[in-house]
């Protein structure tokens, strides 16, 4: 779910990137640094949020429920 997030703001950049850039730029590569190119910190970034998540549900499942 993270992972889809992160690949939906990045493809935004780009194609924000794209249109300021102008036609000329549809059919060359994106220079390095351009907005939207994955970055070695994806992957710690994605990381820390799955174990967060995971960690947090692992949690919720192991507390008693509050019933009567």
């Given at each position: ?6 690949i ?7 194609r ?40 947090i ?12």
């Amino acid at each position: 779910m993270a992972q889809m997030g992160l690949i939906r703001y990045r493809s935004n950049r780009i194609r924000f990137y794209l249109l300021k850039a102008g036609p000329q730029a549809d059919d060359e590569p994106l220079p390095p640094g351009a907005p939207g190119l994955p970055r070695r910190s994806d992957f710690w970034i994605m990381l820390v949020i799955a174990v967060t998540l995971f960690a947090i549900i692992l949690y919720g499942s192991t507390r008693p429920g509050h019933g009567g």
